[in-house]
T-cell receptor
Framework: RKEVEQDPGPFNVPEGATVAFNCTYS??????FFWYRQDCRKEPKLLMS???SGNEDGRFTAQLNRASQYISLLIRDSKLSDSATYLC????????????FGSGTRLSIRP | NAGVTQTPKFQVLKTGQSMTLQCAQD?????MYWYRQDPGMGLRLIYY???????DKGEVPNGYNVSRLNKREFSLRLESAAPSQTSVYFC?????????????FGPGTRLTVT
Protein backbone atom coordinates (compact mmCIF):
# COMPACT_ATOMS: atom_id res chain seq x y z
CA ARG A 1 0.00 0.00 0.00
CA LYS A 2 1.34 3.43 -0.93
CA GLU A 3 1.99 5.81 1.95
CA VAL A 4 -0.12 8.51 0.31
CA GLU A 5 -2.79 7.60 -2.21
CA GLN A 6 -4.84 9.75 -4.53
CA ASP A 7 -7.35 8.91 -7.24
CA PRO A 8 -5.45 9.90 -10.40
CA GLY A 9 -8.65 10.98 -12.19
CA PRO A 10 -9.14 12.69 -14.49
CA PHE A 11 -12.15 14.40 -12.98
CA ASN A 12 -13.92 16.11 -15.84
CA VAL A 13 -16.59 18.55 -14.60
CA PRO A 14 -18.51 21.50 -16.07
CA GLU A 15 -17.70 25.04 -15.12
CA GLY A 16 -19.61 26.07 -12.01
CA ALA A 17 -19.77 22.57 -10.57
CA THR A 18 -18.56 21.52 -7.16
CA VAL A 19 -15.88 18.84 -7.09
CA ALA A 20 -14.17 17.06 -4.23
CA PHE A 21 -11.30 14.65 -3.95
CA ASN A 22 -9.63 12.81 -1.13
CA CYS A 23 -6.16 11.74 -0.26
CA THR A 24 -5.50 8.86 2.14
CA TYR A 25 -2.33 8.38 4.15
CA SER A 26 -1.10 5.29 5.94
CA UNK A 27 1.11 6.62 8.74
CA UNK A 28 -0.87 7.77 11.74
CA UNK A 29 2.19 9.74 12.93
CA UNK A 30 1.77 12.17 10.03
CA UNK A 31 1.82 15.68 11.38
CA UNK A 32 1.27 18.26 8.68
CA PHE A 33 -0.72 18.23 5.50
CA PHE A 34 -0.95 20.35 2.39
CA TRP A 35 -2.58 20.63 -1.00
CA TYR A 36 -0.39 21.78 -3.86
CA ARG A 37 -1.48 22.64 -7.37
CA GLN A 38 0.60 21.74 -10.41
CA ASP A 39 -0.16 23.05 -13.88
CA CYS A 40 1.00 21.07 -16.88
CA ARG A 41 4.78 21.06 -17.17
CA LYS A 42 5.14 23.58 -14.34
CA GLU A 43 6.34 23.44 -10.78
CA PRO A 44 4.01 22.66 -7.85
CA LYS A 45 2.68 25.63 -5.89
CA LEU A 46 1.06 25.62 -2.49
CA LEU A 47 -2.72 25.83 -2.66
CA MET A 48 -3.43 25.54 1.04
CA SER A 49 -2.33 23.99 4.28
CA UNK A 50 -4.75 21.60 5.97
CA UNK A 51 -5.41 22.19 9.63
CA UNK A 52 -7.09 19.89 12.12
CA SER A 53 -10.03 22.28 12.32
CA GLY A 54 -10.32 22.47 8.54
CA ASN A 55 -9.79 25.63 6.58
CA GLU A 56 -11.36 27.59 3.80
CA ASP A 57 -9.88 29.96 1.24
CA GLY A 58 -12.48 31.44 -1.06
CA ARG A 59 -13.92 28.62 -3.15
CA PHE A 60 -11.55 26.04 -1.68
CA THR A 61 -12.12 24.06 1.51
CA ALA A 62 -9.65 21.56 2.94
CA GLN A 63 -10.40 19.13 5.74
CA LEU A 64 -8.47 16.58 7.75
CA ASN A 65 -9.95 13.40 9.17
CA ARG A 66 -7.34 11.87 11.46
CA ALA A 67 -9.54 8.97 12.54
CA SER A 68 -9.93 7.74 8.98
CA GLN A 69 -6.54 9.09 7.87
CA TYR A 70 -7.51 11.19 4.91
CA ILE A 71 -7.55 14.80 3.78
CA SER A 72 -10.01 16.28 1.36
CA LEU A 73 -10.22 19.22 -1.00
CA LEU A 74 -13.52 20.73 -2.09
CA ILE A 75 -13.72 23.24 -4.92
CA ARG A 76 -16.97 25.17 -5.29
CA ASP A 77 -18.12 27.09 -8.36
CA SER A 78 -15.23 25.66 -10.40
CA LYS A 79 -13.54 27.84 -13.01
CA LEU A 80 -11.73 26.89 -16.20
CA SER A 81 -8.55 28.10 -14.50
CA ASP A 82 -8.94 25.41 -11.82
CA SER A 83 -7.88 22.79 -14.38
CA ALA A 84 -4.66 21.34 -12.99
CA THR A 85 -3.26 18.42 -11.05
CA TYR A 86 -3.77 18.59 -7.29
CA LEU A 87 -1.09 16.98 -5.13
CA CYS A 88 -1.53 16.13 -1.51
CA UNK A 89 1.52 16.27 0.72
CA UNK A 90 2.05 14.63 4.08
CA UNK A 91 4.92 15.39 6.45
CA UNK A 92 6.23 13.18 9.22
CA UNK A 93 8.64 14.75 11.66
CA UNK A 94 11.09 13.31 14.11
CA UNK A 95 13.65 10.55 13.74
CA UNK A 96 12.02 9.26 10.57
CA UNK A 97 11.28 12.62 9.06
CA UNK A 98 9.68 12.28 5.71
CA UNK A 99 7.83 14.37 3.24
CA UNK A 100 5.60 12.40 0.93
CA PHE A 101 3.82 13.63 -2.16
CA GLY A 102 0.80 11.89 -3.59
CA SER A 103 0.89 11.21 -7.31
CA GLY A 104 -1.86 13.75 -7.90
CA THR A 105 -5.45 14.03 -9.05
CA ARG A 106 -6.05 15.54 -12.48
CA LEU A 107 -8.94 17.96 -12.74
CA SER A 108 -10.30 19.24 -16.01
CA ILE A 109 -13.02 21.90 -16.07
CA ARG A 110 -15.03 22.10 -19.29
CA PRO A 111 -16.95 25.19 -20.48
CA ASN B 1 12.38 38.59 -6.58
CA ALA B 2 13.38 35.45 -8.50
CA GLY B 3 12.45 32.88 -5.82
CA VAL B 4 14.01 29.53 -6.73
CA THR B 5 15.98 29.29 -9.96
CA GLN B 6 17.31 26.15 -11.63
CA THR B 7 19.73 25.58 -14.48
CA PRO B 8 19.65 24.11 -17.00
CA LYS B 9 15.98 23.87 -18.02
CA PHE B 10 16.60 20.95 -20.38
CA GLN B 11 19.45 18.48 -20.76
CA VAL B 12 20.13 15.37 -22.80
CA LEU B 13 22.92 13.07 -21.60
CA LYS B 14 24.36 9.82 -22.85
CA THR B 15 24.58 6.92 -20.45
CA GLY B 16 27.69 7.27 -18.31
CA GLN B 17 28.05 11.04 -18.67
CA SER B 18 28.04 13.27 -15.62
CA MET B 19 26.40 16.59 -14.94
CA THR B 20 25.47 18.98 -12.15
CA LEU B 21 22.08 20.59 -11.75
CA GLN B 22 22.25 24.00 -10.14
CA CYS B 23 19.69 25.53 -7.79
CA ALA B 24 19.65 28.89 -6.04
CA GLN B 25 17.11 30.69 -3.84
CA ASP B 26 16.96 34.32 -2.81
CA UNK B 27 14.42 34.03 0.02
CA UNK B 28 17.00 33.46 2.79
CA UNK B 29 15.53 30.02 3.43
CA UNK B 30 17.36 27.57 5.64
CA UNK B 31 16.22 24.31 4.04
CA MET B 32 16.55 23.12 0.47
CA TYR B 33 15.44 19.96 -1.33
CA TRP B 34 15.88 18.02 -4.55
CA TYR B 35 13.02 15.97 -5.97
CA ARG B 36 12.41 13.93 -9.06
CA GLN B 37 9.02 13.54 -10.70
CA ASP B 38 8.19 10.63 -12.97
CA PRO B 39 4.90 10.02 -14.83
CA GLY B 40 2.23 8.51 -12.59
CA MET B 41 4.31 9.01 -9.49
CA GLY B 42 4.45 11.73 -6.93
CA LEU B 43 7.51 13.83 -6.36
CA ARG B 44 10.14 11.75 -4.62
CA LEU B 45 12.74 13.31 -2.37
CA ILE B 46 16.31 12.64 -3.45
CA TYR B 47 18.31 14.67 -0.93
CA TYR B 48 17.67 17.55 1.37
CA UNK B 49 19.65 20.09 3.35
CA UNK B 50 18.24 21.25 6.65
CA UNK B 51 20.64 24.14 6.86
CA UNK B 52 23.89 25.36 5.39
CA UNK B 53 26.57 22.72 5.87
CA UNK B 54 24.27 19.73 6.28
CA UNK B 55 22.80 17.28 3.77
CA ASP B 56 20.77 14.10 4.22
CA LYS B 57 19.42 11.35 2.03
CA GLY B 58 15.80 11.27 1.07
CA GLU B 59 13.79 8.44 -0.40
CA VAL B 60 15.77 7.83 -3.63
CA PRO B 61 19.40 8.99 -3.19
CA ASN B 62 21.22 6.26 -5.15
CA GLY B 63 23.15 7.58 -8.13
CA TYR B 64 23.15 11.18 -6.88
CA ASN B 65 25.30 13.46 -4.77
CA VAL B 66 24.58 16.94 -3.47
CA SER B 67 26.45 19.97 -2.24
CA ARG B 68 25.07 22.80 -0.14
CA LEU B 69 27.54 25.37 -1.37
CA ASN B 70 26.19 28.17 0.84
CA LYS B 71 22.83 29.24 2.19
CA ARG B 72 21.59 30.16 -1.28
CA GLU B 73 22.82 27.30 -3.44
CA PHE B 74 22.18 23.56 -3.47
CA SER B 75 23.49 21.48 -6.37
CA LEU B 76 22.67 17.93 -7.48
CA ARG B 77 25.28 15.82 -9.27
CA LEU B 78 24.80 12.75 -11.40
CA GLU B 79 28.20 11.05 -11.57
CA SER B 80 27.34 8.42 -14.19
CA ALA B 81 23.95 8.98 -15.72
CA ALA B 82 21.64 6.04 -16.40
CA PRO B 83 18.40 5.89 -18.44
CA SER B 84 16.50 5.30 -15.17
CA GLN B 85 17.46 8.85 -14.19
CA THR B 86 15.41 10.31 -17.03
CA SER B 87 13.00 12.52 -15.13
CA VAL B 88 11.98 16.04 -14.24
CA TYR B 89 14.04 17.39 -11.34
CA PHE B 90 12.70 20.06 -9.03
CA CYS B 91 14.60 22.02 -6.45
CA UNK B 92 12.66 23.54 -3.55
CA UNK B 93 13.32 25.62 -0.46
CA UNK B 94 11.52 26.39 2.78
CA UNK B 95 12.13 28.46 5.90
CA UNK B 96 12.62 25.38 8.02
CA UNK B 97 12.92 21.66 7.53
CA UNK B 98 9.95 19.36 7.00
CA UNK B 99 7.67 21.57 8.98
CA UNK B 100 4.46 23.40 8.40
CA UNK B 101 6.25 25.92 6.22
CA UNK B 102 5.45 26.13 2.56
CA UNK B 103 7.96 24.79 0.06
CA UNK B 104 8.75 26.96 -2.94
CA PHE B 105 9.74 25.14 -6.10
CA GLY B 106 11.96 26.04 -8.99
CA PRO B 107 10.74 25.61 -12.59
CA GLY B 108 12.37 22.21 -13.00
CA THR B 109 15.03 20.58 -15.17
CA ARG B 110 13.89 18.08 -17.78
CA LEU B 111 16.63 15.47 -18.10
CA THR B 112 16.76 12.72 -20.70
CA VAL B 113 19.42 10.02 -20.54
CA THR B 114 19.84 7.95 -23.71
Amino acid sequence: RKEVEQDPGPFNVPEGATVAFNCTYSNSASQSFFWYRQDCRKEPKLLMSVYSSGNEDGRFTAQLNRASQYISLLIRDSKLSDSATYLCVVNLWGSASKIIFGSGTRLSIRP
Amino acid sequence: NAGVTQTPKFQVLKTGQSMTLQCAQDMNHNSMYWYRQDPGMGLRLIYYSASEGTTDKGEVPNGYNVSRLNKREFSLRLESAAPSQTSVYFCASSEALLSSYEQYFGPGTRLTVT
